[in-house]
């Protein structure tokens, strides 16, 4: 099993063998994050071929469901980022067909994606967030709903995107910003702005693989630019945190991991507000359950500091594949 980086990893071996194992990456798709999930399905293919599966790729379109049963895989690799791909949708069809697939079920995504309901799970098991309301994009637009800073940010979207900060009582809300941020429900969510360090833990098979802090060069925070254009941030693995902090971030990582029923590889990101000596305000921001593939993604790193190869990482995560996830 998988563990904390300063462990000697155990020798893996896969169960299902890659000489008779035809693995389809579903990539693409038509999210806001189409981009993003072609490089990560690209990436995540090339892997596979080289640890010698037979691989097909296909870029989803809304006829996946005939398409798959045709092309009979083994195993679907889920590279797909944002809606349908990581909402529970996707899920459902590979559910209906039978087909084992990779990362979290129907529920444990829904979940994931919707930042309020997985915000309440966490409340409930203890696990500290910052507080927030769902709000009209009129109400917002009329007055501050919580003395700023604060975030505004859409309830059910991946990869930081649509996100803006309010810092200030005298700062004008972009409508235009608001105009363009996907609804849910005819809402968005706004949420106390936590200063401080960006941190994220990567979770596999209920392990949790190491901490890594993201320190963004182009913007105040982590948004989409940070995460992939090229130089949009640094990474710092594992991340420099008193022994204490840094298991305590494993311990929610992966509670929130089981929390929400995640499956396979999840990655939590954090807030914290270093106020010296390892104190501070912790605040656990989302699970992402379809973490990026690409060649700047921080879950291949994580891993790679643990000890475990990208080619080894897919190969794991197509043998955890099932249905009924």
Known sequence: MFGRKEQEPEQWRPRRDPATTHVVVLMGGWSSEREVSLSSGRAVAAALRNAGYRVTEVDAKPNVMSVLPELKPDVVFNALHGTWGEDGKVQGVLETLGIPYTHSGVLASALAMDKHLSKVVFERVGIPVASHLLVTPDELMREHPMPPPYVVKPVAEGSSVGIFIVRAENEALPPKTLQEMPLKDGKVMVERYVPGRELTCAVMGDVALGVLEIVPLKAGFYD??????????????????????????????????????????????????????????LVILEVNTQPGMTPTSLVPEIAQHAGHSFEELVAWMVDDASVDR
């Open 224 to 281: 989409y630019a940070s995460k992939y254009d090229e130089g949009g941030s640094r990474h710092i693995c594992p991340a420099e945190l008193p022994e204490r902090l840094y298991l305590y971030i494993q311990q929610l990582a992966v509670k929130a991991h089981k929390a929400l029923g995640c499956k396979g590889i999840s990655r939590a990101d954090f807030r914290f507000h270093d106020q010296g000596r390892g104190e501070g305000e």
